[in-house]
C-alpha cells in the first residue's frame, strides 16, 4: 500500500503469496477459461447474418417444394381421369361409327325407334292445325 495525498492504492495479487492471493489467481484463471469457451461459441456477426438470410430461404425453398409435390399428385389425379373419360369417348365414338356403317351397309338389326331406312329424311306428312 502507499499513501498518496490522502488517497489509499491497493494492488491485489501482485505478489501472489498467501492463501486469499492463490484463490484469486486460480478463480482469475477459472473465470478467464469461461469467458474463453463462451467467446468461441458465440458466432460472429457474419455467421449470424448467414443464418438470418438463408433460414428464410431455406423456407422458401421447402414451401416450393411442397408445392410441386402438391400440383404433381393434383396432375396425375386430372390426367388419369381425363385418360379415362377420354377411353370413355373412345368407346363411345367407335360404337357410334359402327352403328353408322351398319345403316350404310343397309343390314343390321339395329333399325332405330323410328322404323325403316326413311327416317328422319322428312318425308312424312305433317298434320295440320
Avoid: C, N, W
Avoid at 360404337?95 to 325407334?113: F, L, N, V, Y
Amino acid at each position: 500500500m502507499a499513501d498518496r495525498g490522502g488517497y489509499v492504492q491497493v494492488q491485489h495479487g501482485q505478489y501472489g503469496g498467501g492463501h486469499h492471493g492463490g484463490q484469486q489467481q486460480h478463480g482469475r484463471q477459472m473465470g478467464e477459461q469461461m469467458k474463453g469457451m463462451f467467446q468461441e461459441k458465440a458466432p460472429s456477426a457474419s455467421q449470424a447474418l448467414t443464418v438470418a438470410t438463408l433460414f428464410p430461404l431455406g423456407g422458401l425453398l421447402l414451401v416450393l417444394s411442397g408445392l410441386a409435390l402438391a400440383g404433381t399428385v393434383v396432375g396425375l389425379a386430372v390426367a388419369d381421369a381425363a385418360a379415362a373419360a377420354g377411353h370413355k369417348t373412345q368407346q363411345a365414338g367407335h360404337a357410334i361409327q359402327s352403328r353408322a356403317e351398319d345403316a350404310r351397309a343397309g343390314g343390321g338389326g339395329h333399325t332405330g325407334a323410328t322404323g325403316g331406312a326413311g327416317a328422319g329424311t322428312g318425308t312424312g306428312t305433317r298434320a295440320s292445325s
